[in-house]
């Protein structure tokens, strides 16, 4: 009997370890998600607050090559302005605007993780909004969840520091992971927003979806 008495301990203790492993694996994801759509939130907060403090500029940063993702320099304005404490969150170039399902964000420059991990980023070597050709913008799924209510006609606005320029869904495509071809060059002010899809799947989604849209 009293040898049983640790064996029997021992499974409880296991048994324990894989509940607690169990929960750590379920709540960390959610967790990270929570975190990310606070992060959105408090960029986004700090773009309208910004944008509001500095005047407008006629320019708008190019779009630098594949890899190189300098942080973006706000113009200085000529008289000078106090900067809100949040202004630090300035990576921010403008924000993208869906009046359908309420959705409003500010959009960062790139799509390296730890960028994507705190809402949507612009595709750096696609066009900046308001120049000729193709605007790039991807998020993670757990982000944009209601954009798959989207459909032809539906408007999207992109919000910059020198104006809005508004843009109609034309379409949606679901496409492999490696497909590129949804980013392809374009002479016409065209918009595309990617995700993963299924919006369901989280970091388990296998494909990718691709909403096009034309400037309005």
Same mark, same amino acid.
């Given at each position: 009997?009293?040898?049983?008495?640790?064996?029997? +301990?021992?499974?409880?203790?296991?048994?324990?370890?894989?509940?607690? +492993?169990?929960?750590?694996?379920?709540?960390?994801?959610?967790?990270?998600?929570?975190?990310?759509?606070?992060?959105?939130?408090?960029?986004?907060?700090?773009?309208?607050?910004?944008?509001?403090?500095?005047?407008?500029?006629?320019?708008?940063?190019?779009?630098?090559?594949?890899?190189?993702?300098?942080?973006?320099?706000?113009?200085?304005?000529?008289?000078?302005?106090?900067?809100?404490?949040?202004?630090?969150?300035?990576?921010?170039?403008? %924000?993208?605007?869906?009046?359908?399902?309420?959705?409003?964000?500010?959009?960062?420059?790139?799509?390296?993780?730890?960028?994507?991990? %705190?809402?949507?980023?612009?595709?750096?070597?696609?066009?900046?909004?308001?120049?000729?050709?193709?605007?790039?913008?991807?998020?993670?799924?757990?982000?944009?969840?209601?954009?798959?209510?989207?459909?032809?006609?539906?408007?999207?606005?992109?919000?910059?520091?020198?104006?809005?320029?508004?843009?109609?869904?034309?379409?949606?495509?679901?496409?492999?992971?490696?497909?590129?071809?949804?980013?392809?060059?374009?002479?016409?002010?065209?918009?595309?927003?990617?995700?993963?899809?299924? +919006?369901?799947?989280?970091?388990?989604?296998?494909?990718?979806?691709?909403?096009?849209?034309?400037?309005?």
């Amino acid at each position: 009997m009293g040898r049983r008495l640790p064996s029997r +301990l021992s499974l409880r203790t296991m048994a324990l370890g894989l509940i607690v +492993l169990g929960a750590l694996t379920c709540l960390v994801p959610i967790a990270m998600v929570v975190y990310g759509i606070w992060q959105e939130n408090q960029l986004t907060q700090s773009w309208a607050v910004h944008t509001a403090a500095v005047p407008a500029v006629a320019d708008t940063p190019q779009a630098v090559p594949t890899g190189i993702q300098p942080p973006f320099a706000t113009p200085e304005p000529a008289t000078p302005t106090p900067k809100p404490a949040s202004a630090a969150l300035t990576n921010a170039i403008f %924000a993208l605007r869906v009046p359908k399902i309420g959705y409003y964000a500010a959009v960062q420059q790139g799509v390296s993780l730890n960028i994507l991990a %705190a809402g949507p980023g612009h595709y750096p070597t696609t066009a900046m909004p308001g120049q000729p050709g193709l605007v790039g913008v991807a998020a993670h799924n757990t982000f944009w969840i209601p954009f798959g209510q989207l459909s032809p006609g539906d408007t999207i606005v992109l919000e910059t520091r020198s104006g809005k320029f508004t843009y109609k869904v034309t379409g949606t495509k679901v496409v492999n992971a490696d497909d590129h071809t949804v980013l392809a060059s374009s002479s016409d002010p065209r918009l595309v927003l990617t995700t993963c899809w299924p +919006l369901w799947a989280g970091n388990l989604a296998p494909q990718r979806l691709a909403i096009f849209a034309q400037e309005a």
